[in-house]
């Protein structure tokens, strides 16, 4: 660092410039002050000498005395600093005059012409600015006899004033300086001297010389600074001697971090490989993914167009897996699948792609094959999928819906033909035809299934929904007894949509619990009704799994009975078995809240689930529905007529009541009144009516 650079420097300018601004004021203030007295006393003695002459001149005047008039203007003429005096009149003319021949402004008049008249001389001497002008009336009983004027140098009165601002000027730089010096040595000592012991220590520190101790004599805060500092070089000094430790250390350790770095590379590569599997197949059956699948099509679909080949893609789902996941559980399920997956892979050829695309649907991809050779193999993966399928705790049989769509004939790229081969699925399902090629008619139900998503909201918030009422009769009686509340709705547009098409949109747009909550409002209200009306029928409403895991329906029942005034058995809650064996102690909880308990009870579907005595036992439950497959061919299969039978049997022995559906027919009827069962229901009676038409059917029942 340079002179020039240090503080002290630095610090020793900013005190001389502080100290040269001060005293500058301070300066040309005093210079001021001397000014104006010395400013003040020109003008007093010029303004005085005016007024002398001013008095003086009165008498020569009024006597036209020229000679004293002279006399008294070359007196006032002859004061020190004078340079001229005259006497005028009212017109400035001269009537005396004199000028003072030694000042320098009338000696430079004097040699440059000849005075002839003395009026422009003294109007020039009037207008100077260096001279200071004084004029006075002279008066005499109150009327002007002249004027006097009287000229005054300034010049010699401002050298005065430089003189005295050079003296102050001087004495007040020498007074800044000693101060100034004495600053600079105080700060020198006590404040620079320190700061430069604290630069070379740090020096000494930055250049790795921990050696040189740094130490300030005294108490101030640069000695305590200084003892910090020198703690901080020793404790620097340890810390580098740690760190040369370690280096030490480090570079052992470095002798074998290439050979590391190696095993954990060759460890990285694998782990890459195995993530990239898992991102393209499907953990559970280890099949190819949707990913992997898409990319195959997309693969096999430019292989087509290349070869004017054509494909077929199959899109397949499982019959009646949600009732086996909500049955058996998930661990039972996901093994169900693992064997579905393997079974597959024998049903077809080694070209094919068969992949798991999420739940129980299942895609393949088969290049070079036509329409008629596609539904081969699709009948080959059905008999593959016949044989039972044996898991841990169960034995089961379960049926599969393909869908076929052909490339190019039903689409030209990946996206279409897994939507057609989608929709083809749904269409076998629905008309559990098992297998379907695609066809342009069926492609209409896709897009209502997704406008239903969006009406279904509006039908729960403009009340397009309904509730039909199926009478249910009891036998011994020939009397109906109670009613099943079954939904309905009615769209402007699509006119009726029935409960297969709307429910499981419902329940996989989350809004099951809303329409479940309506039903139940619905059937409390129209409860209420009929009792105020004096008819005592029960209403039977249908309650799902979703409904039973639902929290808050406890707590939504004890308001609907409070709202509605139902104390005991005017509502009936029907719960299938497949929803019971779901979670059973759930539902034997459910049933034991004492508000709940103000419904009755019935298992529905009896018989095409996997309930356990054991629960039969135990649920509070007043009767048990025989599931209406066993009922209708029960005239004509002994199989079904036996099942039903047992049914009977053991529902009355466990002290509950029976309730056959699906009647259709007089034979039905006629034999199960045989069998001893207790209530029915189906079309042989009467359909799910409106309310408004209800109290007509019930009557030609009764009188039937």
Same mark, same amino acid.
């Given at each position: 660092?340079?002179?020039?650079?240090?503080?002290?420097?630095?610090?020793?300018?900013?005190?001389?410039?502080?100290?040269?601004?001060?005293?500058?004021?301070?300066?040309?203030?005093?210079?001021?002050?001397?000014?104006?007295?010395?400013?003040?006393?020109?003008?007093?003695?010029?303004?005085?000498?005016?007024?002398?002459?001013?008095?003086?001149?009165?008498?020569?005047?009024?006597?036209?005395?020229?000679?004293?008039?002279?006399?008294?203007?070359?007196?006032?003429?002859?004061?020190?600093?004078?340079?001229?005096?005259?006497?005028?009149?009212?017109?400035?003319?001269?009537?005396?005059?004199?000028?003072?021949?030694?000042?320098?402004?009338?000696?430079?008049?004097?040699?440059?012409?000849?005075?002839?008249?003395?009026?422009?001389?003294?109007?020039?001497?009037?207008?100077?600015?260096?001279?200071?002008?004084?004029?006075?009336?002279?008066?005499?009983?109150?009327?002007?006899?002249?004027?006097?004027?009287?000229?005054?140098?300034?010049?010699?009165?401002?050298?005065?004033?430089?003189?005295?601002?050079?003296?102050?000027?001087?004495?007040?730089?020498?007074?800044?300086?000693?101060?100034?010096?004495?600053?600079?040595?105080?700060?020198?000592?006590?404040?620079?001297?320190?700061?430069?012991?604290?630069?070379?220590?740090? *020096?000494?520190?930055?250049?790795?010389?921990?050696?040189?101790? #740094?130490?300030?004599? =005294?108490? %101030? $805060? /640069? +000695?305590?600074?200084?003892?910090?500092?020198?703690?901080?070089?020793?404790?620097?000094?340890?810390?580098?001697?740690?760190?040369?430790?370690?280096?030490?250390?480090?570079?052992?350790?470095?002798?074998?971090?290439?050979?590391?770095?190696?095993?954990?590379?060759?460890?990285?590569?694998?782990?890459?490989?195995?993530?990239?599997?898992?991102?393209?197949?499907?953990?559970?059956?280890?099949?190819?993914?949707?990913?992997?699948?898409?990319?195959?099509?997309?693969?096999?679909?430019?292989?087509?167009?290349?070869?004017?080949?054509?494909?077929?893609?199959?899109?397949?789902?499982?019959?009646?897996?949600?009732?086996?996941?909500?049955?058996?559980?998930?661990?039972?399920?996901?093994?169900?699948?693992?064997?579905?997956?393997? *079974?597959?892979?024998?049903?077809?050829?080694?070209?094919?792609? #068969?992949?798991?695309? =999420?739940? %129980? $649907? /299942? +895609?393949?991809?088969?290049?070079?094959?036509?329409?008629?050779?596609?539904?081969?193999?699709?009948?080959?993966?059905?008999?593959?999928?016949?044989?039972?399928?044996?898991?841990?705790?169960?034995?089961?049989?379960?049926?599969?819906?393909?869908?076929?769509?052909?490339?190019?004939?039903?689409?030209?790229?990946?996206?279409?033909?897994?939507?057609?081969?989608?929709?083809?699925?749904?269409?076998?399902?629905?008309?559990?035809?098992?297998?379907?090629?695609?066809?342009?008619?069926?492609?209409?139900?896709?897009?209502?299934?997704?406008?239903?998503?969006?009406?279904?909201?509006?039908?729960?918030?403009?009340?397009?929904?309904?509730?039909?009422?199926?009478?249910?009769?009891?036998?011994?009686?020939?009397?109906?007894?109670?009613?099943?509340?079954?939904?309905?709705?009615?769209?402007?547009?699509?006119?009726?949509?029935?409960? %297969?098409? /709307?429910?499981?949109?419902?329940?996989?747009?989350?809004?099951?619990?809303?329409?479940?909550?309506?039903?139940?409002?619905?059937?409390?209200?129209?409860?209420?009704?009929?009792?105020?009306?004096?008819?005592?029928?029960?209403?039977?409403?249908?309650?799902?799994?979703?409904?039973?895991?639902?929290?808050?329906?406890?707590?939504?029942?004890?308001?609907?009975?409070?709202?509605?005034?139902?104390?005991?058995?005017?509502?009936?809650?029907?719960?299938?078995?497949?929803?019971?064996?779901?979670?059973?102690?759930?539902?034997?909880?459910?049933?034991?809240?004492?508000?709940?308990?103000?419904?009755?009870?019935?298992?529905?579907?009896?018989?095409?689930?996997?309930?356990?005595?054991?629960?039969?036992?135990?649920?509070?439950?007043?009767?048990?529905?025989?599931?209406?497959?066993?009922?209708?061919?029960?005239?004509?299969?002994?199989? %079904?007529?036996?099942?039903?039978?047992?049914?009977?049997?053991?529902?009355?022995?466990?002290?509950?009541?029976?309730?056959?559906?699906?009647?259709?027919?007089?034979?039905?009827?006629?034999?199960?009144?045989?069998?001893?069962?207790?209530?029915?229901?189906?079309?042989?009676?009467?359909?799910?009516?409106?309310?408004?038409?209800?109290?007509?059917?019930?009557?030609?029942?009764?009188?039937?």
């Amino acid at each position: 660092m340079t002179k020039f650079n240090s503080l002290a420097f630095k610090f020793f300018i900013f005190i001389a410039i502080i100290l040269i601004i001060a005293m500058s004021i301070s300066t040309y203030s005093q210079y001021r002050n001397e000014a104006n007295i010395i400013n003040k006393a020109l003008y007093d003695r010029g303004e005085s000498l005016a007024e002398l002459l001013a008095a003086i001149s009165v008498e020569p005047l009024l006597v036209f005395d020229d000679v004293t008039l002279n006399g008294y203007a070359e007196f006032v003429s002859n004061q020190k600093n004078i340079v001229f005096a005259a006497v005028v009149n009212e017109k400035n003319i001269p009537l005396t005059h004199y000028l003072n021949k030694n000042n320098d402004y009338i000696q430079s008049i004097l040699k440059s012409k000849e005075i002839i008249d003395i009026q422009p001389v003294l109007e020039k001497l009037r207008g100077n600015t260096n001279i200071l002008f004084f004029e006075m009336h002279i008066e005499f009983g109150g009327n002007n006899l002249a004027k006097a004027w009287v000229g005054l140098d300034r010049l010699p009165y401002n050298q005065l004033s430089k003189n005295s601002l050079l003296e102050i000027m001087w004495v007040t730089l020498g007074i800044g300086l000693f101060v100034g010096g004495a600053i600079y040595l105080l700060f020198k000592r006590k404040i620079f001297k320190p700061i430069a012991v604290l630069t070379q220590g740090t *020096r000494s520190i930055a250049n790795f010389n921990f050696d040189t101790r #740094v130490k300030i004599e =005294g108490s %101030d $805060e /640069f +000695a305590l600074l200084a003892d910090s500092f020198d703690k901080m070089r020793l404790h620097i000094r340890d810390t580098m001697e740690s760190r040369d430790i370690a280096m030490v250390k480090l570079s052992e350790l470095n002798e074998s971090l290439e050979e590391r770095v190696h095993e954990r590379t060759q460890e990285l590569q694998i782990l890459n490989l195995k993530i990239a599997h898992e991102a393209m197949h499907d953990p559970l059956t280890g099949l190819p993914n949707r990913v992997l699948v898409t990319e195959q099509l997309q693969h096999d679909i430019a292989l087509a167009e290349r070869t004017k080949t054509k494909l077929a893609v199959f899109i397949m789902d499982l019959n009646n897996f949600k009732e086996v996941n909500d049955t058996l559980g998930h661990p039972e399920g996901d093994r169900l699948l693992i064997n579905v997956a393997q *079974r597959l892979l024998k049903a077809i050829r080694e070209s094919d792609t #068969v992949g798991r695309l =999420g739940g %129980d $649907e /299942f +895609a393949m991809v088969l290049p070079d094959i036509n329409e008629e050779d596609a539904i081969k193999v699709a009948n080959k993966i059905l008999e593959e999928l016949l044989p039972s399928f044996a898991l841990d705790d169960h034995t089961l049989k379960v049926g599969a819906s393909i869908g076929i769509a052909m490339y190019p004939d039903h689409g030209i790229d990946h996206t279409s033909l897994v939507r057609l081969a989608d929709v083809a699925m749904y269409e076998a399902k629905k008309d559990k035809s098992d297998v379907c090629v695609y066809r342009a008619e069926l492609d209409k139900y896709t897009p209502l299934r997704l406008s239903l998503m969006d009406y279904l909201h509006t039908a729960l918030e403009t009340n397009q929904l309904q509730l039909h009422y199926q009478p249910q009769i009891s036998l011994a009686e020939n009397k109906v007894v109670s009613v099943e509340a079954l939904i309905r709705w009615y769209h402007p547009e699509l006119g009726w949509i029935f409960p %297969d098409q /709307f429910i499981p949109i419902a329940e996989n747009t989350g809004l099951i619990n809303q329409v479940s909550d309506w039903v139940l409002e619905q059937a409390f209200m129209q409860w209420r009704k009929w009792q105020d009306k004096g008819m005592d029928l029960q209403i039977a409403v249908n309650l799902s799994a979703r409904d039973l895991a639902n929290p808050n329906l406890p707590v939504r029942i004890a308001e609907l009975c409070k709202k509605y005034r139902m104390y005991s058995n005017g509502i009936k809650a029907e719960i299938t078995e497949s929803a019971i064996m779901y979670n059973p102690e759930q539902v034997i909880e459910i049933m034991k809240e004492p508000d709940v308990q103000r419904l009755q009870f019935s298992i529905d579907d009896f018989g095409t689930g996997y309930s356990s005595l054991s629960y039969l036992k135990r649920l509070s439950v007043e009767e048990v529905k025989i599931d209406k497959s066993f009922i209708t061919d029960m005239v004509k299969d002994d199989s %079904d007529a036996s099942i039903v039978k047992s049914v009977i049997d053991l529902v009355h022995n466990l002290g509950r009541v029976v309730v056959a559906e699906g009647v259709e027919d007089i034979e039905t009827l006629t034999q199960l009144k045989l069998l001893g069962c207790d209530k029915v229901q189906g079309y042989y009676f009467s359909k799910a009516v409106p309310v408004n038409e209800l109290l007509s059917v019930i009557k030609k029942i009764e009188q039937f």
